[in-house]
């Protein structure tokens, strides 16, 4: 889905005739265990005219665990509007292994969790013989837990023989943004096993598209907004599976990494926080090979990025920017780019 910023109506906001919200958790509505500036109110906002589906690609806590968290920050969530990579597992699972199965975990209570309701049996060893295995993230999972991954998936032949059984990644995050700041993900940990393994994971999780099918199905939703902080995952996944997205800049991904984004990765929009999804969404206009979003305006002149003018409003000379090196046919690698531009 190619990027349209701003070329709706003036008047138009980012929510017009969204009829569901998806909505990231880590770097969107959260940081750690306390809320990001604006959040909660928005997002209270928003779900009074249309459900909104909290979908996480972290594995670590079963959907009642979050609802709970969430519910504490003040939003009005109950555990089916929570939307786990642990569930759209369940999917692929169910696709090659029948319940009753016995399905060695990597992981927390978020996988548990959703085994146990599907009528899987849970092992942490792998000399119980699993039929599967399911790894996500957890953040007590260690050298151990990856060893009797790697010894379940290595039983029916060496490093990446064929015969092997299921091996189902909740998501492939690199990283994940905690309190502190920004630590390694499930992807890490799940490179690890795929070291020893010789193989690759089916994946649940953003960017892949089994979790937007999960929420999609379980909402009804057909002209639903993904709002999301990571490029790679949130709106990459979201282009995958056909969905409009906003990036909003209070978690992973900021001006330099959107100014980047490949075409895969663009969003729909960008937003400074989640109270722009309430406010008109400023037009684009192209003239003269210039891009002007509000009062700012922006070229790609040759391999150089112009700016004609900042205009008065920071994130709408990102956006006027972003059109311009996005439409200019030129990776950004191989482009003169102001320094304030991604300041």
Not at 83 to 90: K, R
Request: with cysteine; glycine share 10%; proline share 7%.
């Amino acid at each position: 889905m190619s990027p349209i910023l701003g070329a709706r109506s003036r008047a138009s906001t980012p929510l017009d005739g969204v009829d569901a919200v998806f909505a990231d958790l880590d770097g969107v509505v959260y940081a750690g265990p306390h809320a990001i500036p604006h959040a909660v109110e928005s997002l209270n906002r928003a779900g009074a005219e249309r459900p909104v589906a909290y979908i996480t690609n972290n594995a670590s806590r079963s959907d009642e665990q979050v609802a709970a968290h969430l519910s504490s920050l003040g939003l009005r969530v109950s555990a089916r509007d929570v939307v786990t990579s642990p569930q759209a597992a369940m999917r692929l699972l169910a696709a090659s292994v029948p319940p009753g199965s016995l399905v060695l975990v990597v992981g927390g209570d978020g996988i548990v969790t959703e085994l146990e309701r599907g009528g899987y049996r849970v092992t942490r060893s792998a000399d119980d013989a699993p039929h599967a295995v399911m790894q996500g993230f957890h953040p007590d999972v260690g050298w151990r837990q990856l060893a009797e991954a790697a010894f379940a998936l290595n039983a029916h032949g060496g490093p990446g023989e064929p015969g092997g059984i299921p091996w189902i990644a909740t998501n492939m995050d690199w990283t994940i943004p905690v309190e502190r700041g920004i630590a390694p993900g499930n992807g890490t940990l799940v490179s690890a096993v795929h070291t020893a393994a010789g193989r690759f994971p089916e994946v649940a999780g953003k960017p892949e598209t089994p979790i937007f099918d999960e929420a999609r199905d379980r909402f009804d939703a057909q002209h639903p907004l993904m709002v999301g902080d990571r490029l790679d995952t949130d709106i990459r996944g979201a282009n995958r599976a056909g969905i409009p997205s906003a990036v909003v800049l209070t978690g992973i991904d900021r001006t330099k990494q959107v100014l980047a984004a490949d075409a895969a990765s663009r969003p729909q929009f960008i937003l400074g926080d989640l109270r722009e999804l309430h406010e008109p969404y400023p037009e684009a206009e192209r003239k003269r090979g210039a891009v002007r979003v509000g009062r700012a305006v922006v070229r790609v002149d040759g391999r150089t990025v112009v700016i004609e003018r900042d205009g008065d409003e920071p994130l709408d000379l990102l956006r006027a920017a972003c059109l311009a090196i996005w439409e200019c046919g030129t990776a950004i690698h191989a482009l003169d780019v102001p320094e304030r531009l991604y300041r």
